[in-house]
């Protein structure tokens, strides 16, 4: 199965910042099909973005993907007071479908 | 607006089997892979299997012995059957949605396109405890 390393562990940054998160996979994705979710605490994750750089429906201009192969970022460009969350990779090209440790990203 | 709402018991004995139901309100039930996710206490996402409108199944391998998935396509309902728990399966189970399309390109054999999952149940606590 495909693993995907998440990096930072944690990003202590103050709104307004830019955010760029990580995800390295073990293998190539097939046909970048790598997604990205944010997770609030008690709530189920929300897609944000999904074939690598496709924001989901509704999701604001701020977030944006990209990368192929086995690297891809998730850049936040600025950060708002409700994007403070948890954020997965998520890897759906190849069977078993994994999911990234997460990178909080916290309040400075 | 298309919601996912699971229930099921949230408090099992070890060695008892996990039953979880979620219905989809609002939305087609074909077009679309149905899976089950889990997320122990504090830790991150596992995929446990997806089922489509027609039955197809595929499940993820560390669960495989112990996971059922079915589909009443007539009441827009999907399940999860885990045999066997122990306090290992204790999470909080989510159902979720993902869309594909069928792409026919020209002069090419025609392929599955997937997108993320976008529409999520509201997850149930499941704690396993002698």
């Known amino acids: 199965e495909i693993v995907l390393t998440q990096s930072p562990g944690t990003l202590s940054l103050s709104p307004g910042e830019r955010a760029t998160l990580s995800c390295r996979a073990s293998q190539s994705v097939s046909s970048s099909y790598l997604a990205w979710y944010q997770q609030k605490p008690g709530q189920a994750p929300r897609l944000l973005i999904y074939g690598a750089s496709s924001r989901a429906t509704g999701i604001p201009d701020r977030f944006s993907g990209s990368g192929s192969g086995t690297d891809f970022t998730l850049t936040i460009s600025r950060l708002e007071p409700e994007d403070f969350a948890v954020y997965y990779c998520q890897q759906y090209g190849s069977s078993p479908t994994t999911f990234g440790q997460g990178t909080k990203v916290e309040i400075k | 607006q298309v919601q996912l709402q699971q229930w099921g018991a949230g408090l099992l004995k070890p060695s008892e089997t996990l039953s979880l139901t979620c219905a989809v309100y609002?939305?087609?039930?074909?077009?679309?892979?149905w899976s089950w996710i889990r997320q122990p206490p504090g830790k991150g996402l596992e995929w446990i299997g997806e089922?489509?409108?027609?039955?197809?199944?595929n499940y993820n391998p560390s669960l495989k012995s112990r996971v059922t998935i079915s589909v009443d396509t007539s009441k827009n309902q999907f399940s999860l059957k885990l045999s066997s728990v122990t306090a290992a399966d204790t999470a909080v189970y989510y159902c979720?949605?993902?869309?594909?399309?069928?792409?026919?390109?020209?002069?090419?054999?025609?392929?599955?396109?997937?997108?993320?999952?976008?529409?999520w149940g509201q997850g149930t606590t499941v704690t396993v405890s002698s």
């Open positions: 979720a949605r993902m869309p594909y399309i069928v792409v026919v390109p020209a002069a090419q054999p025609d392929y599955y396109y997937y997108y993320g999952m976008d529409v």
């Open positions: 089922i489509n409108h027609s039955g197809s199944t």
């Open positions: 609002g939305g087609s039930f074909s077009g679309y892979y």
